[in-house]
Antibody
Framework: EVQLVQSGAEVKKPGESLQISCKGSGYSFNSYWIAWVRQMPGKGLEWMGIIYPDDSDTRYSPSFQGQVTISGDESFTTAYLQWSSLKASDTAMYYC????????????????WGQGTLVTVSS | EIVLTQSPGTLSLSPGDRATLSCRASQSVSSSHLAWYQQKAGQAPRLLIYGASSRATGIPDRFSGSGSGTDFTLTISRLEPEDFAVYYCQQYGSSPWTFGQGTKVDIK
């Protein structure tokens, strides 16, 4: 069974750093894109970026380029989303989602999702 | 960046009604690389449709997708109580992949 299990909720202060994780199981982790999606309170879905674990190819939405870092550890079948200095406006639910194989016709569809990690940034 | 505009913002319907949701792209979406997702309160999104018209595994056939180029439609033929939710379209034909702002289908 394909599963994406995310790390637990976080409460942080502005300026602090943070890394959240997404562990994949039940499939060949290296062979599928993993995406990160933000959902601010009461708002819609925003595509942040993606990583292909096999070759670490990473792409960012212009809105998030330079604001976060996406990485992966194929040996632990885990993807990460990292902030070096959080802001109050980073308060949101963050989802990871599995895309398709690179260059496949469905590489960008997200067929499995993690349960979400709620990040709260407040002084 | 391709901007996806969904309409209407809210659709108020009754169980058994037909729902028609629209997603319009600011540029042509290549190879019909468009997906639809359903999100219920407190849950992660669920893939319904990909490739504009292919149902994902386990999705009932009352859900159908159509369209190409810049205009796409999600149709729910007869609304069941569990279908009242927010629906998002997403394009993956051009980076950055983007989502529409969502359509809420609520009970009239």
């Amino acid at each position: 069974e394909v599963q994406l299990v995310q790390s637990g909720a976080e409460v942080k202060k502005p300026g602090e750093s943070l890394q959240i994780s997404c562990k994949g199981s039940g499939y060949s982790f290296n062979s599928y894109w993993i995406a990160w999606v933000r959902q601010m309170p009461g708002k819609g879905l925003e595509w942040m970026g993606i990583i292909y674990p096999d070759d670490s190819d990473t792409r960012y939405s212009p809105s998030f380029q330079g604001q976060v870092t996406i990485s992966g550890d194929e040996s632990f079948t885990t993807a990460y989303l990292q902030w070096s200095s959080l802001k109050a406006s980073d308060t949101a639910m963050y989802y990871c989602a599995r895309g398709g194989p690179k260059y496949s016709d469905y590489e960008g569809r997200f067929d499995y999702w993690g349960q979400g990690t709620l990040v709260t940034v407040s002084s | 960046e391709i901007v996806l505009t969904q309409s209407p913002g809210t659709l108020s319907l009754s169980p058994g009604d037909r729902a028609t949701l629209s997603c319009r792209a600011s540029q042509s979406v290549s190879s019909s690389h468009l997906a639809w997702y359903q999100q219920k309160a407190g849950q992660a999104p669920r893939l319904l449709i990909y490739g504009a018209s292919s149902r994902a595994t386990g999705i009932p056939d009352r859900f159908s997708g159509s369209g190409s180029g810049t205009d796409f439609t999600l149709t729910i033929s007869r609304l069941e109580p569990e279908d009242f939710a927010v629906y998002y379209c997403q394009q993956y034909g051009s980076s950055p992949w983007t989502f529409g702002q969502g359509t809420k289908v609520d009970i009239k």
